[in-house]
């Protein structure tokens, strides 16, 4: 038997499924306050879905194989082929705008690295059928929430804010040809990460932009702050209606009381190659870690897989760099197990009373365990310690008597004497 999981592969312990379990629930309840339906897709898909549509980075990243049928398939590494695929298939009957959201695995063959692994939970929150900047605002406040609810502030985490419409205009106005723009989007995209020499090389090699085109190109990654992107935009041809939706955006993060946490900043591109229009990312604030949260507008997509021609905007947000940042943060749940009582035997025939008061506690709703053998009043107590118990719920012969037990407090070392009739009642679920 292999002694570990694959590489990149998690067991989730009951730690670990607590956290996972925390973000999923912040999750469902951010995308619930803001009128998100829940969908899901099937994990396994066709490959061509992705080698059409989701550009090279994550094509050299598929679990594909071909099955029993002869069919090529691949394990979804995003979920944002598939809802486009759903949504097409429905457009006509769905009421738009469609607000949906999922919460899928994904799988990456991916280099292993800190916030990287080859299998991740994804929260996935689009807008399809709104055009407008305010679909965009909706969508990066409710990722900005979610880092709310799980205790983040501004000082934690920060999105930043970009748009490729202007960038593409600010690179055009540098003297980027047109056919040169993917090669100066993807140098961009690396500014933060490659050394500026080694962008510059790239970019002049192979004759894809002269050096002084090369340069201004990089520069337009540098712009940050609206009002540098709005002044920058006004010295290019259509550059002031080009900016205009990233105002707008920002303008209604501001109105939401979110400003706080938005940065515009034009070195964010995004690798995916569907995206349209505005892009964003959630990072931690000491930019320590991986990107936290990835999206932006893909209005081009739906059409280009053969489906309605509808607008779109949305996000990924993992769970991988999301529970870093939280257990870093010490905003992480502790151990999910905590009990209401533990019910201890003192004899063996004490056994039936117990069975019973559990089974009456557990249909009120009470969280409630008692040890599977006979064991001494000691080890019982042990136990009901080590799992976290309010109450130890003693019963003996005595109790059996006269009906009722020892209730035990674990957390104040208090014990009485109570009657069937408050066990029955408030004794030990009162205090929930
Ligand atoms: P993405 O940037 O590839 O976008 O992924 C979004 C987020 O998923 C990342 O910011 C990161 O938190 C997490 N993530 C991605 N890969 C891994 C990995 N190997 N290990 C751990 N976490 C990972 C998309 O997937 C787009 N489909 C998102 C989207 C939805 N755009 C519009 N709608």
């Not at 490959?47 to 398939?73: A, C, M, N, W």
């Not at 934690?156 to 100066?184: I, K």
């Not at 690798?271 to 990835?294: H, K, M, P, T, W």
């Not at 599977?372 to 719920?393: D, M, N, P, T, Y």
Request: charged letters at 25%.
């Amino acid at each position: 038997m292999p002694a570990r999981a694959l590489p990149g592969f998690r067991d989730f312990y009951p730690d670990d499924t607590a956290l996972r379990n925390h973000i999923f629930a912040v999750w469902r309840t951010v995308a619930s306050r803001y009128g998100f339906e829940e969908y899901d897709g099937p994990p396994l898909e066709p490959l061509e879905l992705y080698t059409q549509k989701s550009g090279p980075e994550i094509v050299g990243q598929l679990y594909h194989f071909r099955d029993r049928g002869d069919r090529e398939v691949a394990l979804r590494p995003e979920m944002t082929p598939t809802l486009a695929r759903m949504v097409a298939a429905r457009a006509r009957a769905l009421k738009k705008p469609i607000r949906w959201f999922s919460l899928p695995q994904l799988f990456r063959y991916e280099r292993q690295q800190r916030g990287r692994l080859r299998e991740h939970f994804q929260l996935n929150l689009d807008v399809i059928g709104e055009p407008g900047p305010l679909a965009d605002a909706e969508v990066i406040a409710a990722a900005i929430d979610v880092a709310r609810l799980l205790g983040l502030g501004p000082q934690d985490v920060r999105a930043r804010v970009s748009d490729r419409q202007v960038l593409r205009a600010l690179l055009l106005g540098a003297g980027v040809a047109e056919p040169s723009l993917g090669a100066a989007f993807a140098a961009i995209d690396k500014i933060e990460r490659e050394p500026r020499d080694r962008l510059l090389t790239w970019l002049t090699e192979d004759g894809k932009l002269p050096a002084g085109v090369a340069q201004r190109a990089l520069a337009v990654g540098d712009v940050k702050g609206l009002p540098a992107v709005q002044d920058a935009a006004r010295k290019v041809p259509g550059g002031p209606a080009v900016v205009e939706p990233l105002v707008e955006c920002v303008g209604a993060l501001e109105a939401m009381g979110l400003s706080a946490f938005v940065d515009v900043d034009l070195c964010i591109v995004r690798g995916l190659a569907y995206y349209s229009g505005i892009v964003f990312e959630l990072f931690d604030a000491q930019r320590n870690l991986r990107a936290i949260c990835g999206g932006g507008r893909y209005d081009g997509l739906l059409a280009a897989l053969g489906g309605a021609d509808l607008p779109a905007v949305g996000f990924g947000m993992g769970d991988v760099v999301l529970g870093e940042l939280l257990k870093a943060r010490a905003v992480a749940p502790g151990a999910a197990g905590s009990l209401d009582a533990f019910l201890v035997a003192v004899t063996a025939e004490d056994t039936p009373a117990v069975l019973q008061l559990a089974h009456a506690l557990r249909d009120r709703g009470g969280r409630v365990e008692f040890s599977l053998k006979e064991q001494s009043i000691a080890k019982q107590l042990k136990l009901a310690s080590a799992r976290g118990a309010r109450f130890a719920v003693i019963i003996g012969p005595e109790e059996r008597q006269r009906g009722g037990a020892v209730v035990r407090d674990l957390r104040r070392g208090e014990e009485r004497a109570v009657s069937a009739a408050e066990l029955a009642g408030d004794a030990v679920l009162g205090g929930r």
